[in-house]
T-cell receptor, first 111, second 112 residues
Framework: QKEVEQDPGPLSVPEGAIVSLNCTYS??????FMWYRQYSRKGPELLMY????GNKEDGRFTAQVDKSSKYISLFIRDSQPSDSATYLC???????????FGTGTRLKVLA | DTGVSQDPRHKITKRGQNVTFRCDPI?????LYWYRQTLGQGPEFLTY????????KSRLLSDRFSAERPKGSFSTLEIQRTEQGDSAMYLC??????????FGNGTRLTVT
């Protein structure tokens, strides 16, 4: 079993939809939770960074962490075709930044 | 903030050749990381530096791989005697303590 599980998709949604992306994990020591967006042939771009449990909002993006369920989510409101990319979750135990990444979910937002 | 810069963007080499990649981190960041990403997978940690000191290497980093960060600025990653299994995207990232990592756009290595 991988430490971090993420559905690879692809996930196709119409423009304007609310998108929900999720990761589950097995290591209860994870404390730092990140979401990155990666366009084809580009590096990962940081979207959200959360320490421990709770919610964090930034514009159209909301990140949720539920440590009791070992489950994290990224919500994208009013999705746009430009949001079409692969979304990677990443986790870290102690701030050393040896991140454990999920495999990424491919998202397609249809105009 | 010009971001993390990596060079070259794409390298094609024949099996058995040596290759070297360069990473220029965001200037004020003292931590620098190398990750490897294969198709359909998330990045995997290879090694990291705090200033010029290489603090940890993953078991993924065989003896054919070596990384340096002279003077705590740019970093190089060298792969000797390349194998087809080395074909991947090599990503560099930098950051401060207590801040998340920022990645470059990677060097895509193709070993033929």
């Amino acid at each position: 079993q991988k430490e971090v599980e993420q559905d690879p998709g692809p996930l196709s949604v119409p423009e304007g939809a609310i998108v929900s992306l999720n990761c589950t994990y097995s290591n209860s020591a994870f404390q730092y939770f990140m979401w990155y967006r990666q366009y084809s042939r580009k590096g990962p771009e940081l979207l959200m960074y959360t320490y421990s449990s709770g919610n964090k909002e930034d514009g159209r993006f909301t990140a949720q962490v539920d440590k009791s369920s070992k489950y994290i989510s990224l919500f994208i409101r009013d999705s746009q075709p430009s949001d079409s990319a692969t979304y990677l979750c990443a986790m870290d135990t102690s701030g050393t930044y040896k991140y454990i990444f999920g495999t990424g979910t491919r998202l397609k937002v249809l105009a | 903030d010009t971001g993390v810069s990596q060079d070259p963007r794409h390298k094609i080499t024949k099996r058995g050749q040596n290759v070297t990649f360069r990473c220029d981190p965001i200037s004020e960041h003292n931590r620098l990381y190398w990750y490897r990403q294969t198709l359909g997978q998330g990045p995997e940690f290879l090694t990291y530096f705090q200033n010029e000191a290489q603090l940890e290497k993953s078991r993924l980093l065989s003896d054919r791989f070596s990384a340096e960060r002279p003077k705590g600025s740019f970093s190089t990653l060298e792969i000797q005697r390349t194998e087809q299994g080395d074909s991947a995207m090599y990503l560099c990232a930098s950051g401060f303590v207590d801040s998340p990592l920022h990645f470059g756009n990677g060097t895509r290595l193709t070993v033929t």
